[in-house]
Structures are given as structure tokens and as C-alpha cells.
């Protein structure tokens, strides 16, 4: 927590002049904030609200319609008759008519059904990928997090680098100036300390851009600084997961993916597209019922009494008999869609197998590599203390000691490159088997 603070410290004095907000975080906290603020799940939860209401919308199809209209009408010229020689106006100058009317459809071909089960079904498939971004955001949140740690840790690296090879060169240089060192010496540690400099200045830049890619998933302001609290150390994201074999992380992948998952609802929902497809060659019956009172007036002053009532009720069916080919050309497109969902669906899960086999191999890759990286670092770390000891004693050159402080910053910068590889290797393979939600449920 001492190394937390550090950072903290840092960050502090880096972003102190920028008139935002300070937000301290722990990787915890950035899954919390990431699932709430992140503007592309957002954006997808209101495609998810939308489909809902469209799911509403293939229900209300069921029920029967009712409508009522109004209308005046001012007959300018009433239209003559002629019978047996004789002309005369026919109608009265003013029309008023108030009428309801209710509509069923007792049966379309089952194009409602077959409606409802389609957006039934796009809407699993979307809460689904919503699911399934919801993991993505965190892998990707959880993943800038522990690149900033990182990338704060490789600013500390480089600058002991600095630092060592400046307090090499001011060593150096006091041999040279007493005599015991050539000129050769000299020129070897100012070319050390020269070439650390750009390595520090390139180690700052990444954290810059570690921090802004942070503040953009988590959606915080430009102006905000951001303070981390957790330093760079080996997580067990994993638990119980680490002890499955392939085989049984692969059925928990084909169980819980959220890719798949939708994909198959969305299987489901083609094929409801079909059924509406083939509905087009079957009738359709509907039933209607309208009351009308109408007045017909010589002038405009209408009261409720001058109305007549009239009701009527009907029953019409419809059956398409020829539509020059064009049902049957779309029964056959949505066909050849649903065989297409299928081949896509067999390769999704084809892909989601070869993911989990691919995680897991980098996961025991990145443990493995940890232990020698360890082991490689404190070995570095003995070398290069006994190197400035041996060159203090006149026992090596100085050669040996640029040699071993490039060795040892090197051996550093991998340990802590593996620490960071191997908590993203866990994470990524628990978004590949579906259970990256594990982490924050």
C-alpha cells in the first residue's frame, strides 16, 4: 500500500495543475465505474431499451384497434340527376358524420406469432451482446488500469537507469581526473547516461497515454486526475478456474458465452423470419364493427337530434392468390439466410473452442515465464552489486558494470512485464470460458 501511495503522490504531482477533478482508483473500483460510465455501453443499453419496446410492440398486433373520425362536408355543387327528362339536385348542401370503428385480425397467416417470436428472440440476442460487452469493457478497463501501474513502474526503472548511470559517470569521472581510468572509460559512461535519457522521456510519454486511455474508457473528464492505489504485484483472478483442464474450461465456454448465446437467439429469431415469410400464403381474416351517426342539413347549424344512427358489422378474407413470384422469392431468401446463421453459428463456436485453448496456453505461458523472469531479476540485481563492488576495488572494469546495470534494468523491466501478463492472461481467459463477470458479482 506504501507503493500505492507513491503512485498516488505522483500522479498528484503530475496532473496538479489541471483545474479537474482528483479520482483515486483500485482496479475494483475501475470495473464498478467502467459498467456505469463507459459511453459504448451505454449506447448499447439503449439499443437493448429499444428492442424491449419492440417486443411491446409485436404484443399490441394481438389486440383489436379502435378508431373514431369526424368529418364535414360542405357540398359546394350538389351533383345533378337526370330521370325521364327531368333534372334535379340530389343531397343536402351539409354532411356531418361522427363514427367509430373497430378492427380484430382473427388470423394473418400467423405473421404476428411468428412477429413476436422474432423480436422475442433479437431481444435475448441483444441482452446477450450487452452481456458480452459489459466483459469486453472490463477486460478493456481492468487491462488500462494494471498498463498504467505498469507503465508507472517502467518510469521508476528507467529512472534508477538515470540515475545509475549518471552516479557511473561522476565515478567514472573521478577515476579519470585521479588517473585510474582511461579515456576510453569516460567516453563509455556518458555514452550510457546519454542513451537512458531517451528511455526515461519515452517511459513518461506511455504513462501519458496509459492515463488518457483510461479516462476515455471510464469516461472521466480530460481535465481529471487520476490516482491509482494498487501497485503491480500477481493477482488470483482465476481461483478455482485454475485447477479445470481444457476440456472442462471449453464446456463452461460453450455454456456461458455470451457471443454464442446470442448468436443462437439469433438463430431463433431468422428462423421466426421464415415462418413470416411463408405466412404470406396463407388468407388473412379480419373482422370489423363500426357506429356512425351522420346528419345531412341544408345549413351548418347542427344539433344532436338531426343525427341517424347506423351500425354495421363484417367479416372479410383475403387470400393471395398471385403476386408475380415475389413470396416465394422471399420464403426462399429467408431460407438461405437461416442456413447462413447456421454455418456462422458452427464457426463461432469452432472459434470460441480455439480461444479458450489459445488463453489458456498463454496463461501457463505467462506463469511460466513469470518464475524465470523472478529468478533472472534477482540474479541480475546480485551481479550488478557485486560488479560496483569489484569496480570500486579495482577488481573488474568498468565495462563489467554498464554491462550488468543494462542486464539488471532489462531483467527488471521483464519481471514487471511479466506480473502484468500474467494478471491479463487471467483475465482473458475468463472472458474467453464466459465468466469474467466473476470477478465483480
Given at each position: 500500500?506504501r507503493k500505492?501511495?507513491?503512485?498516488a503522490?505522483?500522479?498528484?504531482?503530475?496532473?496538479?495543475a489541471?483545474a479537474?477533478?482528483?479520482?483515486?482508483l483500485?482496479?475494483d473500483?475501475?470495473?464498478?465505474?467502467?459498467?456505469?460510465?463507459?459511453?459504448?455501453?451505454?449506447?448499447m443499453r439503449?439499443d437493448y431499451?429499444?428492442?424491449k419496446l419492440?417486443?411491446?410492440?409485436?404484443v399490441?398486433e394481438f389486440?383489436?384497434?379502435l378508431?373514431?373520425?369526424?368529418?364535414?362536408?360542405?357540398?359546394?355543387?350538389?351533383?345533378?340527376?337526370?330521370?325521364?327528362?327531368?333534372?334535379f339536385?340530389?343531397?343536402t348542401?351539409?354532411?356531418?358524420?361522427h363514427?367509430?370503428?373497430?378492427?380484430?385480425?382473427?388470423?394473418?397467416?400467423?405473421?404476428?406469432?411468428?412477429?413476436?417470436?422474432?423480436?422475442?428472440?433479437?431481444k435475448?440476442?441483444?441482452?446477450?451482446?450487452?452481456?458480452?460487452k459489459?466483459?469486453?469493457?472490463?477486460?478493456?478497463?481492468?487491462?488500462?488500469?494494471f498498463t498504467?501501474?505498469?507503465?508507472?513502474?517502467?518510469?521508476q526503472?528507467?529512472?534508477?537507469?538515470?540515475?545509475?548511470?549518471?552516479?557511473?559517470l561522476e565515478q567514472?569521472?573521478?577515476?579519470?581526473?585521479?588517473?585510474?581510468?582511461?579515456?576510453?572509460?569516460?567516453?563509455?559512461?556518458e555514452?550510457?547516461?546519454s542513451?537512458?535519457?531517451p528511455?526515461?522521456?519515452?517511459?513518461?510519454?506511455?504513462?501519458?497515454?496509459a492515463?488518457e486511455?483510461?479516462?476515455?474508457?471510464?469516461?472521466f473528464?480530460v481535465?481529471?486526475?487520476?490516482?491509482?492505489l494498487?501497485?503491480?504485484?500477481?493477482?488470483?483472478f482465476?481461483k478455482?478456474?485454475a485447477?479445470?483442464s481444457?476440456?472442462?474450461l471449453q464446456k463452461i465456454?460453450?455454456?456461458?458465452?455470451p457471443?454464442?448465446?446470442?448468436?443462437?437467439f439469433r438463430q431463433?429469431a431468422?428462423?421466426a423470419?421464415?415462418?413470416?415469410?411463408?405466412?404470406h400464403?396463407?388468407?388473412q381474416?379480419v373482422?370489423?364493427a363500426n357506429v356512425?351517426?351522420?346528419?345531412?342539413?341544408?345549413n351548418?347549424?347542427?344539433r344532436?337530434d338531426?343525427?341517424?344512427r347506423?351500425?354495421?358489422?363484417?367479416?372479410?378474407?383475403?387470400?393471395p392468390?398471385f403476386?408475380?413470384?415475389?413470396?416465394l422469392i422471399?420464403?426462399?431468401?429467408?431460407r438461405i439466410?437461416e442456413?447462413?446463421?447456421?454455418?456462422?453459428r458452427?464457426?463461432?463456436r469452432?472459434?470460441?473452442?480455439?480461444?479458450?485453448?489459445?488463453?489458456?496456453?498463454?496463461y501457463?505461458e505467462?506463469r511460466?515465464?513469470?518464475?524465470s523472469?523472478?529468478?533472472?531479476?534477482r540474479q541480475a540485481?546480485e551481479t550488478?552489486r557485486?560488479?560496483?563492488?569489484?569496480y570500486r576495488?579495482?577488481?573488474s572494469?568498468?565495462v563489467?558494470v554498464?554491462?550488468a546495470?543494462?542486464a539488471?534494468t532489462?531483467?527488471?523491466m521483464?519481471?514487471?512485464?511479466?506480473?502484468?501478463?500474467v494478471?491479463?492472461s487471467?483475465?482473458?481467459?475468463?472472458?474467453?470460458?464466459?465468466?469474467l463477470n466473476?470477478i465483480?458479482?
Open positions: 500500500m500505492g501511495w507513491v503512485l503522490i505522483v500522479f498528484l504531482l503530475a496532473g496538479g489541471a479537474g477533478n482528483i479520482i483515486t483500485t482496479w473500483q475501475v470495473v464498478d465505474i467502467g459498467l456505469k460510465r463507459n459511453l459504448d455501453l451505454k449506447i439503449q431499451n429499444n428492442q419492440n417486443e411491446w410492440k409485436a399490441s389486440l383489436p384497434t378508431n373514431y373520425s369526424f368529418q364535414a362536408v360542405n357540398n359546394v355543387e350538389l351533383p345533378l340527376l337526370v330521370f325521364m327528362g327531368r333534372s339536385r340530389v343531397g348542401k351539409y354532411n356531418f358524420t363514427m367509430f370503428q373497430a378492427q380484430w385480425p382473427l388470423f394473418l397467416g400467423g405473421l404476428r406469432l411468428a412477429n413476436f417470436s422474432m423480436q422475442k428472440n433479437s435475448k440476442s441483444l441482452q446477450s451482446l450487452l452481456k458480452g459489459e466483459s469486453d469493457i472490463t477486460l478493456k478497463s481492468i487491462e488500462a488500469y498504467l501501474i505498469l507503465s508507472n513502474d517502467l518510469v526503472v528507467n529512472q534508477k537507469a538515470v540515475d545509475a548511470a549518471r552516479a557511473n567514472v569521472r573521478k577515476f579519470y581526473n585521479n588517473g585510474t581510468a582511461s579515456q576510453l572509460d569516460l567516453l563509455r559512461a555514452t550510457r547516461f542513451q537512458s535519457l528511455r526515461l522521456t519515452s517511459a513518461k510519454n506511455n504513462r501519458k497515454m492515463v486511455n483510461l479516462k476515455f474508457l471510464l469516461n473528464d481535465k481529471d486526475s487520476v490516482v491509482v494498487d501497485s503491480l504485484h500477481q493477482m488470483d482465476l478455482d478456474f485447477a479445470l481444457l476440456d472442462q465456454a460453450l455454456s456461458n458465452r457471443d454464442l448465446k446470442s448468436m443462437t431463433k431468422v428462423h423470419q421464415t415462418y413470416m415469410a411463408g405466412s400464403f396463407l388468407p381474416i373482422v370489423s356512425q351517426h351522420q346528419a345531412f342539413l341544408d351548418s347549424h347542427v344532436w338531426d343525427y341517424t347506423a351500425k354495421s358489422a363484417s367479416i372479410a378474407l383475403q387470400f392468390l403476386e408475380g413470384g415475389k413470396s422471399e420464403l426462399q431468401q429467408a439466410q442456413k447462413k446463421i447456421a454455418l456462422q458452427q464457426q463461432l469452432r472459434a470460441v473452442l480455439l480461444d479458450v485453448k489459445n488463453c489458456l496456453n498463454a501457463k505467462a511460466q515465464n513469470l518464475q523472469l523472478k529468478q533472472a531479476f540485481k550488478l557485486l560488479a560496483n563492488l569489484s576495488e579495482g577488481l572494469t568498468q563489467d554498464l554491462n546495470q543494462s539488471f532489462a531483467s527488471e521483464q519481471y514487471r512485464q511479466g506480473i502484468y501478463d494478471n491479463i487471467q483475465l482473458k481467459l475468463l472472458k474467453a470460458i464466459g465468466k466473476s465483480w458479482q
